[in-house]
């Protein structure tokens, strides 16, 4: 991986989109696509399934339909995550084809809560190796999940939960803006990108738009420079979900999903013509911009 320095900091470096993913990617390994409803990365999935890459931990609070199409298209070999469904529509049929019948291939799933995900990540973004956390009290989930365990405080005697840390080989994220030293501005719902990109020993960053300076207070930079290792400027990289000032979520999409995903065939049919035969181009396409300045026609790192 090549890194820029300015000085003694480490600066992220603007890349294509394809070109970051096949530099920090390769099988086996865990990774982390993070956005809570809001800006979640469907580019950066769509990259790693057009390169191939195969065995991988993929972790996620609310695996939705973006680990659906992962994990359908032979991806993954395990899944950490808390509550998986297609948001207001119901089950991820994909995963459950996995989980119960091998196809393509097997997943083994390790369950949590989303205060267990959440407080797994912050240990991680603090180099921790686990988390504790009140949590899981009468709750059966610890009963299917060893990593889930309960532990006396040393200081009051008081039973909290204890889980293993996430630390991602890589994390990938989307967000509204980057300026060209590398920071990245999030707005709207953060979700748990901060701690996802800081837990993880590599990160790429897609951005609806790669601005100059930033015409903000300090405060509104949730990820400096040296967190980041690429950043890719790729208009409506959400899509269908939502980027806050950018574009709305497409509810169609999700309730098209559920349709889409129940039959192999037509599952495969739509994989193969809407991300195995395009480029992240395409996403600027699939949005009504909000944003007159965001149309997918400015200074593009990605090609």
């Excluded at 931990?57 to 395990?78: E, F, H, N, W």
């Excluded at 709750?139 to 040393?154: G, R, Y």
């Amino acid at each position: 991986m090549i890194l820029f320095w300015q000085g003694l900091v480490k600066m992220a470096q603007l890349a294509s989109l394809q070109d970051a993913v096949r530099d920090v990617m390769s099988d086996g390994l865990c990774v982390a696509l993070e956005g809570f409803t809001h800006l979640i990365p469907h580019a950066s999935a769509h990259e790693i399934i057009r390169q191939g890459f195969k065995n991988l931990t993929l972790v996620r609070m609310t695996p939705d339909i973006i680990y659906d199409q992962m994990i359908g298209m032979g991806c993954a070999s395990k899944l950490i995550f808390s509550y998986a469904g297609n948001p207001g529509v119901g089950l991820l049929r994909r995963l459950r084809d996995a989980v119960e019948n091998q196809w393509p291939v097997s997943l083994e799933i390790e369950e949590h809560s989303h205060a267990a995900m959440a407080n797994a990540y912050e240990a991680g973004a603090a180099a921790m190796p686990c988390a504790l956390f009140k949590g899981y009290l009468g709750a059966e989930l610890k009963q299917v999940n060893p990593n889930i365990k309960m532990i006396s405080c040393p200081f009051t005697g008081e039973e909290l939960a204890a889980v293993p840390s996430i630390r991602p080989d890589v994390s990938f994220i989307h967000a509204q803006k980057a300026d060209r030293k590398g920071n990245i501005l999030i707005e709207g719902i953060i979700g748990i990108q901060k701690e996802a990109v800081l837990s993880a020993a590599k990160s790429v960053v897609t951005v609806e738009e790669i601005i100059d300076e930033f015409d903000t207070h300090p405060n509104a930079v949730i990820l400096p420079h040296w967190t980041i290792d690429y950043i890719a400027e790729v208009p409506g990289a959400a899509h269908p979900s939502y980027a806050q000032g950018y574009y709305a979520r497409d509810n169609s999409a999700y309730k098209e999903w559920d349709i889409l995903s129940a039959d192999r065939e037509l599952f495969l049919k739509w994989m193969a013509e809407h991300v195995m035969q395009q480029t992240p181009d395409v996403f600027a396409k699939r949005v009504q911009f909000t944003n007159p300045q965001s149309s997918g026609q400015g200074d593009s790192c990605d090609e």
